[in-house]
């Protein structure tokens, strides 16, 4: 009997050292703010994927949707203290660790999103390296999309319908003196607790692409939506500058690969869905979508951009205007 269980002992412990390990020898863990049928979130999912098969299993990303690890700004800075592995963000809120990125929440900057890709692709990408020095890495842009502006008093057709409105904006200053510029009244706050604030009546109103009209259900807290498109919103895909460095030089080389490729993959599927959101916003019944004459919102914005040249370089701004000529 004992040399029967030495032996099943025995082949016990082969098996085990045989048998494949399941569980992943790098785990990171992922935040972001959307909810995981937005773009980005798919992103951020389709990365994990592919993650996951190209390392044969050995890396592992957990993604945490709708601010599971806190607001943009508390996932940045968890990023810095190693808290917080990976995040998608907003250039609004990266450009207060590195202020040029800022420069992508200018208005009408780009003629188009092929513009903004090239843009982000080269201008983004070298400006990106600053913050390694602040502790984080970045990868790449996912695109959130090309942002409007909502409001539940009345419908905004020009710059003058926009006069006195609270316009919920991010904690931003370029995106407070836009909305000065425009005649609102800007009112910086988190965006986890604006469905809410506009259900109050705390705010008249906000600003954002239409996969987060959609997805968040804006439309049921609010009446109007016109289509400004002033201003383009990448989605910074970084990485802990703690957490890169305890990657070996394989593993660092399969984030890269898997961050490029997802970022294709999400562009692709953003652009796609964009005039879905707003065929399906419609759809609802309650809310009422607005074309608007984007020049006369251009024209009163062009100030902004005179306004922040020396922040976020006029020289990169004239890279930015080149590349629409390519």
Aim: proline letters at 4%; charged letters at 25%.
């Amino acid at each position: 009997m004992n040399r029967f269980v030495s032996i099943l002992g025995a082949g016990l412990v082969a098996m085990s050292l045989a048998a494949p390990s399941w569980a992943a020898d790098v785990t990171l863990k992922l935040g972001h703010i959307a909810v995981s049928d937005h773009p980005y979130g798919k992103g951020a999912d389709y990365f994990a994927k592919l993650v996951a098969e190209k390392s044969n299993g050995s890396m592992e990303v957990k993604v945490f949707p709708s601010s599971q690890l806190g607001g943009q700004k508390d996932l940045i800075e968890g990023m810095v203290f190693g808290a917080v592995d990976m995040a998608l963000v907003g250039t609004a809120v990266l450009g207060q660790f590195q202020p040029q990125i800022s420069i992508f929440d200018l208005p009408f900057l780009f003629e188009d999103r092929e513009h903004a890709y090239k843009s982000l692709d080269s201008v983004g990408m070298d400006l990106g390296k600053k913050l390694e020095e602040r502790g984080i890495k970045l990868l790449g842009y996912m695109e959130n999309g090309i942002r409007h502006v909502t409001n539940n008093v009345r419908p905004i057709n020009e710059p003058a319908d926009m006069a006195d409105l609270k316009i919920r904006v991010m904690t931003n200053k370029i995106f407070v003196e836009m909305m000065k510029a425009l005649g609102a009244s800007p009112t910086p706050m988190a965006f986890s607790e604006l469905y809410s604030a506009m259900q109050q009546g705390a705010v008249d109103g906000q600003e954002n692409p239409s996969a987060h009209i959609f997805t968040k259900r804006f439309y049921e807290v609010q009446k109007y939506a016109s289509k400004t498109a002033h201003a383009y919103s990448p989605e910074p895909m970084i990485i802990s500058m703690i957490s890169w460095s305890k990657l070996n030089d394989e593993q660092k080389a399969i984030i890269q690969d898997a961050a490029k490729e997802a970022i294709a993959w999400q562009r692709k599927v953003s652009e796609d869905q964009d005039n879905k959101y707003w065929d399906q916003i419609i759809a609802t019944g309650k809310m009422e979508v607005i074309d608007v004459d984007r020049s006369k919102f251009k024209e009163a914005t062009a100030p902004v951009i005179e306004m922040f040249a020396k922040t976020v370089g006029q020289d990169n701004i004239d890279k930015i205007n080149a590349l629409a000529a390519k």
